[in-house]
């Protein structure tokens, strides 16, 4: 039984959430295809909005974890998370900051969508929408440092940036190069987040065997999530047929 087993030391325990890297979105069929370079540009541009769904929800999902978090010194640095995505406005003489927020409506723009195309979320499929939507209902009733063990998907996220930024502008060259500026903004932002989320993580749950192993059951669920969202966009940007029947792709659904 787990409570008779030792848990594993902190170094031991961090390879076990390392190891869950491999089940990744970034091997998920759809984005394979995107990093081969085969998808269309109304593919790609359905990736993109129907990402932006779930990129307006960080935010919400970090304030959840501060309204559930009595550390005061957590809190502090955990609050620059959101100004990282909603920006910050110019006050008393300093420049403003865009936000990843921002910055992924540019990338919707460099791919050939209005803003209202991305910001009405008139693309986004309801797939998209129930598991983003689960995964903010989990933040918001979870205790703080469980949100912040799901977070830790943002192990496996600077490689995947990374990858965008030196494949993109030759797979994709139609796609505007300012459009990349939340991948090179979030490479910096990603790693500085995975340090603070993985101490809270192995500092929390290594107290047993059982506490790191629910630990690693949190952050495959988190990778669930992202791997619903996938499926989701390929089947609401890809024509299949089933049955000799032809399925076009999904409507455009506005729930506003």
Known sequence: MTEQLKPWSREEFEEKLREKGRGYHIYHPFHV???????????????????????????????????????????????????????????DGKPAQI??????????????????????????????????????????????QESVCSSL???????????RISSWPTMYPWIKEEGLSYFKKRLTEARRDVEQGLSVTLDYFSTSREMQLKALDILQFKLNVLWAIADSIMLASTDIKVEGRDYLRQPVINFE
């Open 99 to 144: 936000g990843g927020i921002e910055a992924w409506i540019q990338l919707g723009q460099a791919v050939g969508l209005s803003r209202e195309d991305v910001t009405s979320l008139k693309m986004v499929s309801p797939g998209v929408r129930f598991a983003v939507d689960a995964y903010i209902n989990f933040a918001k009733q979870r205790s703080w």
């Open 33 to 91: 295809m995107m990093y081969e370079g085969k998808l269309t540009k109304e593919q790609l541009q359905s990736w993109v909005a129907n990402r932006f769904y779930y990129q307006i929800a960080i935010p919400m999902k970090d304030a959840a974890i501060l309204s559930n978090c009595p550390d005061k010194e957590i809190r502090k640095e955990w609050i620059v998370r959101i100004t990282d995505h909603d920006g910050v406005d110019g006050v």
């Open 153 to 163: 998907t943002e192990l496996f996220a600077p490689h995947i940036h990374q990858q």
